[in-house]
């Protein structure tokens, strides 16, 4: 079509383009496409173009994209998936139902082997799939999702119980989404986790990390390690090598968007012994099978795009998503991470 974008390399569904002083993106999925720019006229000019080839149909100001609701003023931003909560809530019947107060209880201990199995299996593996489908703004019940979804291939009547509690939650908190205000430091900033061990029938251990630009999030995952991990601090280190891999990707899609990341980029974790396995360049005999992880942090430590930081537990952030807390730590760590009720905004949207 000759109209000058570049495709991104860090995500092949983005294109950018500079022309005469402004900055025009596309971001597409499937036939669906997002275009956003510093001048609107050259916004109308690219609309037309498109048209032109393939006919489309403009939908106006972003409000709704892949299930995510968007309301905007002139000093904020805020990401929900309520009408999709509200559906999964409706469907199971918990409308009255009174909320509970954290996604699941703590020190709550789920089994492949007690309980009733489950009649009709595909009951709870179809909500589990709708829940998935919340990790996109309710990074709350990220961690209670992926226990739950271990247990797909024969659920019980534990696991269902379990699951409905998640809604429960999901219930009283069916207003709360992602808050960016419009003015924001470009200064990022990660946390990185790791719960040893966390899988009660593998001995895996969990890592998490998150990610914010300023005071907004920007990205964050839970996921269970590829490999058992001897202690500890080898969990920590695994999770901050993965947490080093998505800044380096993400200060990568930031320059793909013209936005100036300061470095070095701090990362914050809590372990003693990996704090000391950071700083200290010498492999120790238990930890030379980490030397792959340790290289790759040291490196970009050394490179000056990394810096590490220790920081109390109860400050992590990023232990959102690698266990279930008590009530309070819970929903202290959500407004933090900016993810707070649409009522409680200042001035609402």
Known sequence: MGLGFAQSKQDYSLFTRSLDGEFLAILVYVDDMVVTCTHMPQINVVKHALDKEFTIKDLGALNYFLGIQISRTSSIVFLSQKKYMNDIIVDCGMESNDPSPAPLPVGLKLSTEIGDVLDEPEIYRR?????????????????SIWHLNQFLHQPRVPHLKAALHVVKY??????????????N???????????????????RSLSAYVVCLG??????????QSTVSKSSAEAEYRSMSATASELVWLNGLLKDLQVAVSLPITMYYDNTSAE????NPKF??????LK????????????GFLATSHIQCS?????????????????????????VSQAHLEGGI
């Open 315 to 339: 400050a992590q952030l990023a232990d959102l998503l690698t266990k279930a807390l008590a009530s309070q730590q819970h929903h202290l760590l959500c407004s933090k991470l900016g993810l």
């Open 170 to 183: 999901l219930q009283g908190t069916k207003d709360f989404g992602l808050f960016y205000p419009a003015n």
């Open 284 to 289: 120790h005999e238990k930890t030379k099978h």
């Open 127 to 143: 909500l589990i799939g709708r829940l998935l489908n919340l990790g996109l703004t309710r990074l709350d019940s990220s961690y």
């Open 185 to 203: 430091k470009l200064l990022v900033t990660a946390y990185s986790d790791s719960d040893w061990s966390a899988c009660q029938f593998s001995s």
């Open 276 to 279: 000391h396995l950071a700083l």
């Open 215 to 224: 005071d907004s999030l920007v990205s964050w995952k839970t996921k269970k």
């Open 292 to 303: 792959r992880d340790m290289h790759y942090v040291r490196e970009q430590v050394e490179a």
